[in-house]
C-alpha cells in the first residue's frame, strides 16, 4: 500500500509555497465552525472578507434583503456594520435560508487568502462539526491528486502566533483522516506536526477544556460568548465539506452546493 501524508500548519505563514496539496482550513472559534453552521442553516454562499463596507460596496446591485453581513470588530464583538456575528448563538438566531452572507473574522478570512497567495488550490473549511465529513473528502481528493494533507490553523493575532483551540482540532481531525486512509488502502503517514497535534489529545479532559484553556477560550469569556466554546466542541453535527473559492476579484466564496459527504 501506499503512503499519504499528513501534516498541520501551526499558522498559514508555515504552509510551504507552490506544493501540490489538499488543505483544511481550520479556526474553530469560530470563523469555519460559523461557515458550517450557516451553510446547514440554508445560507446560499458566504464572500469572506477583511473589510466588510469595501465588499458590501463592490456589491452593489445584489444588496437586497437577502445579503447579510456577519462581522466581528478586533475585539471579537459584532462589528458596527453588521447584523449578526460569528458567534454561533448569533447566527442560529438568524434566518438564513437563500440568504447570502458576507462574513468578516479577525483571522479565518486572512488564512484563507494566505493560502491562495502561497499558491494552493485545493482548500476545504474545516471545524469539530464537520470533522468526518471534511476529512473524508479532504483524503479522497488527495488520493486522486496523489498528494498529502495539511490542515491549516489559522492561529491569533492575525495568523503570526499558534492558537491552542486549532492545534487540537487539528487532532482529532486527523484521526478521522487516518480511518479514511485506512479505507482506501492507504497508509497514514503523520509527519511531526502531525504528531504533536495528536498528543495534544492526551493531555485534556475532553474538547471543553482544550478550548476553555486556549487564547480564544479567554476572549469568548471576555465579550460574552462563553457558550460558543461548548457549540465549536460539538462533533459531526453536519456532513458537509465546502471548498473556498476565489473569483478574479481576488474574493474568497463559499457555496452551499449541499454535497453530502457521508450519511
Not at 496523489?146 to 489559522?154: N, Q, S
Not at 511531526?192 to 498528543?199: G, L, R, V, Y
Not at 471543553?208 to 477560550?217: L, R, T, W, Y
Request: aromatic share 4%.
Amino acid at each position: 500500500m501506499e503512503e499519504m501524508k499528513f501534516e498541520v500548519a501551526y499558522m498559514p505563514k508555515e504552509v510551504k509555497e507552490d506544493i501540490p496539496q489538499v488543505c483544511v482550513l481550520v479556526d474553530v472559534l469560530r470563523a469555519t465552525t460559523a461557515m458550517i453552521t450557516m451553510l446547514d442553516k440554508g445560507c446560499s454562499e458566504i464572500i469572506l472578507t477583511d473589510d466588510e463596507r469595501k465588499t458590501l460596496g463592490g456589491l452593489k446591485g445584489l444588496l437586497n434583503q437577502e445579503t447579510l453581513v456577519c462581522a466581528e470588530d478586533l475585539y471579537g464583538n459584532v462589528s458596527e456594520y453588521a447584523q449578526f456575528s460569528p458567534s454561533l448563538i448569533s447566527i442560529n438566531d438568524m434566518d438564513l435560508k437563500e440568504k447570502r452572507v458576507v462574513l468578516k473574522t479577525t483571522n479565518g478570512t486572512l488564512a484563507g487568502l494566505s493560502l491562495w497567495k502561497s499558491g494552493n488550490e485545493h482548500i476545504l473549511v474545516g471545524s469539530l462539526r464537520n470533522a468526518k465529513a471534511v476529512m473524508n473528502k479532504a483524503v479522497k481528493m488527495a488520493d486522486e491528486l496523489g498528494t498529502g494533507v495539511v490542515i491549516v490553523c489559522a492561529g491569533r493575532e492575525n495568523g503570526q502566533i499558534a492558537a491552542l483551540d486549532d492545534v487540537y482540532t487539528a487532532g482529532v481531525l486527523l484521526d478521522y483522516g487516518r480511518q479514511a486512509a485506512t479505507a482506501l488502502k492507504r497508509i497514514p503517514l503523520f509527519k511531526d506536526s502531525a504528531k504533536i497535534s495528536t498528543h495534544l489529545l492526551s493531555n485534556y479532559q475532553d474538547t471543553i477544556h482544550a478550548f476553555e484553556d486556549s487564547g480564544s477560550g479567554e476572549t469568548m469569556r471576555r465579550i460574552g460568548c462563553e457558550e460558543d466554546i461548548k457549540l465549536c466542541a460539538e462533533e459531526n453535527l453536519s456532513n458537509l465539506a465546502p471548498v473556498l473559492e476565489f473569483t478574479e476579484g481576488s474574493s474568497i466564496v463559499v457555496k452551499n452546493i449541499n454535497e453530502v459527504i457521508y450519511k
